[in-house]
């Protein structure tokens, strides 16, 4: 392999192209290189192009942040905030709140003054705590409440420390994907604001069982996260 000062960059902008499996083969890859060697004149315009590829790609793919604070996802986002309303001790399969319709692939859940750390109602699932969420009108930021029971009195069953995953769709096509554990016995909160609009989200308790966990007052925010490309040194 012919060796050059400047090609450690390239190999490195070839590796992040190759590693989001878009453009380049490892053969072409050699060969770009090896023209590189006999066109160092050019190098500087070919890795401003190779630069443009990588924006490029990059933007085919959503970038999302997620937070566990909500002071901090409430500046950043200005997301507005959606109580629940209470479901009088009966179960529902669905439910509408200004625009987000909860659903859920377990049995049922229901709406209520069930948790000891969040103030207000709170949403608990019969079995294991999936919830869809869709939305009337697509969204950049979401977030949400959120009560782990370890020794809590409604929990109903042995604890297990919960995973949950969050995907988010646009109609259904995924944007993009986090996973969250929660600290137990305390209010937390878990948000997430992308670059790219989304009109559903499932949370999945992808780890745990049918002790109860609490989802409260969900926010959503129509403000999207914008990007800033950092330049080539
Ligand atoms: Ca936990
Ligand atoms: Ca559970």
Redesign the pocket.
Known sequence: MPSVGLEPRLNSLLVLLNSDGYLFQPSITFTIQTRFTHMIKHTKSILTSLTFLLVVNSSAKAAIITYTDQTTFLNDTNASFISLPDTGGNTVTSLTVNGLAFTTPSPNFASGLFSNRLSGNVISVTA??HLNISLSSPIYSFGFNFHEPEFAPNIFAPF?D?VFTVKLFMDTTLVDSFSFNSPNDTATFNGVWSDSLFNRVEIR?VT??????FFGQFYTGTEQLELQTVPEP
């Not at 745990?208 to 966990?213: F, L, P, R, V």
């Open positions: 294991l705590e297990v919960s308790e745990g069982g049918i002790e109860n966990e």
